[in-house]
Nanobody, 123 residues
Framework: QVQLVESGGGLVQAGGSLRLSCAASGRTFSSYAMAWFRQAPGKDREFVASISVTTHSASYANSVKDRFTISRDNAKNTVYLQMNSLKPEDTSVYYC????????????????WGQGTQVTVSS
């Protein structure tokens, strides 16, 4: 099974940008669809974006469409989330996850998770 470690979170002002990274260990990274989820205090974990194994397909939550971009580098075993035009409501712990299909948007469909990285957007 793949192990995942997120990085790149932090504190940013509204309108700013951050890039999250998720490094995977294990030789099977390139066989997994990858996704980002987020969870704010007292709320359910919610889908943010996903990307297919080949990078040809991606999906985004409506709340982040046109602001966030998911990408992956299979040679580096890493998936990224570029976040632009950040809003206070984007404040959450962000998690990367590995699963079987980029079309899956439910957390239960994903097999492996990182520990999360905090993103805080100040107004």
């Amino acid at each position: 099974q793949v192990q995942l470690v997120e990085s790149g979170g932090g504190l940013v002002q509204a309108g700013g940008s951050l890039r999250l990274s998720c490094a995977a260990s294990g030789r099977t990274f390139s066989s997994y669809a990858m996704a980002w989820f987020r969870q704010a205090p007292g709320k359910d974990r919610e889908f943010v974006a996903s990307i297919s194994v080949t990078t040809h397909s991606a999906s985004y939550a409506n709340s982040v469409k046109d602001r966030f971009t998911i990408s992956r580098d299979n040679a580096k075993n890493t998936v990224y989330l570029q976040m632009n035009s950040l809003k206070p409501e984007d404040t959450s712990v962000y998690y990367c996850a590995a699963g079987r299909s980029w079309r899956d948007t439910l957390p239960t469909a994903y097999d492996a998770w990182g520990q999360g990285t905090q993103v805080t957007v100040s107004s």
